[in-house]
Nanobody, 122 residues
Framework: QVQLVESGGGSVQAGGSLRLSCTAS????????MGWFRQAPGKEREIVAA?????????KYGDSVKGRFTISRDNAKNTVYLDMTALRPEDTALYSC??????????????WGPGTQVTVSS
C-alpha cells in the first residue's frame, strides 16, 4: 500500500512563505491524485489542494487558499509540492499528505502520511 512522507513544515511569521513536499512510494498507480489536507485544533479537516500525478493534469484548491497556495508535481519522483505564500495565523495546522486513485477516492482516503506542522505567528 502507498506510503507517504511529508517535509517542509515549520514556523513562519504572518506574510511569509513555506514549501511543503510529499513523496509517495509502494504503489502501482499510473495516474492518481495526491494532495494536502489540514486540521487545526478544534477544527474539522479541510481540503487544501490536490493534483493529478501522471500523464493527465488537473488541480483543485480549497477556497481559503486560492491565490495564495500553489500545488505542483514531479511525476518522475512521485512527489508533490505545496508552495504557501501570504501565510496567515489561521493557516496554522497539521498538514497531511494523502494519495488515492481518483479524486472521489482521495476526498475520503485513509492513505495518509504522518503530517507536518505549520505554525504561523502574528
Amino acid at each position: 500500500q502507498v506510503q507517504l512522507v511529508e517535509s517542509g513544515g515549520g514556523s513562519v511569521q504572518a506574510g511569509g512563505s513555506l514549501r511543503l513536499s510529499c513523496t509517495a512510494s509502494g504503489h502501482s498507480w499510473n495516474i492518481f491524485w495526491m494532495g494536502w489536507f489540514r486540521q487545526a485544533p478544534g477544527k474539522e479537516r479541510e481540503i487544501v489542494a490536490a493534483t493529478m500525478v501522471g500523464d493527465l493534469s488537473a488541480t483543485k484548491y480549497g477556497d481559503s487558499v486560492k491565490g495564495r497556495f500553489t500545488i505542483s508535481r514531479d511525476n518522475a519522483k512521485n512527489t508533490v509540492y505545496l508552495d504557501m505564500t501570504a501565510l496567515r495565523p489561521e493557516d496554522t495546522a497539521l498538514y497531511s499528505c494523502a494519495a488515492d486513485r481518483t479524486y472521489v477516492d482521495w476526498v475520503r482516503t485513509r492513505n495518509w502520511g504522518p503530517g507536518t506542522q505549520v505554525t504561523v505567528s502574528s
